[in-house]
């Protein structure tokens, strides 16, 4: 790997600590397409990782399932992106923010668990 190569999950982490350096305004939608943009970079690079990769293929079923779960909206056999389920499972943008940043918590949590 690159010294300059950074993954999608410290990514995130470092939106969720300075958000202004990445989106003008905190809103989910800004957030999806920042990453949206960041994901498409890193996979066509040589130095992508699996967690890049696992992030694009699995994060918005992970969602689908959170919402399921948590809230008892189904979305599982319908397409719509993650922002949108995130933004229906709550009021605000502040709140789906704060919701994305736990949901991916939970993603990454789970990502390692079972890839050590």
């Not at 950074?6 to 470092?14: A, Q, S």
């Not at 397409?33 to 890193?42: A, C, D, Q, R």
């Not at 993650?82 to 990502?111: G, K, V």
Request: proline share 1%.
């Amino acid at each position: 790997m690159g010294a300059g190569y950074i993954n999608i999950e410290d990514t995130i982490l470092h939106i969720k600590k300075r958000p202004k350096m990445y989106v003008y305004e905190a809103r989910m939608d800004n957030v999806y397409h920042y990453l949206s943009g960041f994901l498409l970079s890193n996979l066509r690079s040589s130095e992508a990782q699996d967690i890049d990769h696992a992030f694009k293929r699995d994060f918005n079923g992970f969602v689908e399932q959170w919402a399921y779960d948590n809230k008892g909206l189904d979305f599982r056999r319908k397409v719509i992106l993650w922002h949108r389920i995130i933004s229906a499972c709550t009021n605000s943008d502040e709140d789906a923010i704060n919701l994305f940043y736990q949901i991916s918590d939970e993603f990454f949590e789970a990502y390692h668990m079972e890839n050590g």
